[in-house]
């Protein structure tokens, strides 16, 4: 049983920066691949980024392309989300999901096997 737990998330003014970082525990880390969503007041979740086993392949949602980087750290179980120049429709609750197939955690969101309980992150204007 893995557990996922986020940390991180706050205020921060428009063009700021913040990292989350997801610890995980309780499961085989090296074998997830791990990813990023979020959920914004009224909207439904929606995909942030993905990063493989081996830290060599990410993807991102088209919103945050150029903006955030996700990456993982084997030594320590942790995946990051480095989010710089933010915006305030960035605004979300920011969770962590780790699942061992791409396809599952790309396009079949409701079976991803694992999720953190999310991290508020505040953008204001």
């Known amino acids: 049983q893995v557990q996922l737990v986020e940390s991180g998330g706050g205020l921060v003014q428009a063009g700021g920066s913040l990292r989350l970082s997801c610890a995980a525990s309780?499961?085989?880390?090296?074998?997830?691949?791990m990813a990023w969503f979020r959920q914004a007041p009224g909207k439904e979740r929606e995909f942030v980024a993905v990063?493989?086993?081996?830290?060599?392949?990410?993807s991102y949602a088209d919103s945050v392309k150029g903006r955030f980087t996700i990456s993982r750290d084997g030594a320590k179980n942790t995946v990051y989300l480095q989010m710089n120049s933010l915006k305030p429709e960035d605004t979300a609750v920011y969770y962590c999901a780790a699942d061992p197939s791409i396809s599952t955690m790309t396009s079949n969101y409701d079976n991803i096997a694992y999720w953190g309980k999310g991290t508020l992150v505040t953008v204001s204007s």
């Open positions: 309780g499961g085989t880390f090296s074998n997830s691949f």
């Open positions: 990063v493989s086993r081996s830290g060599g392949y990410t």
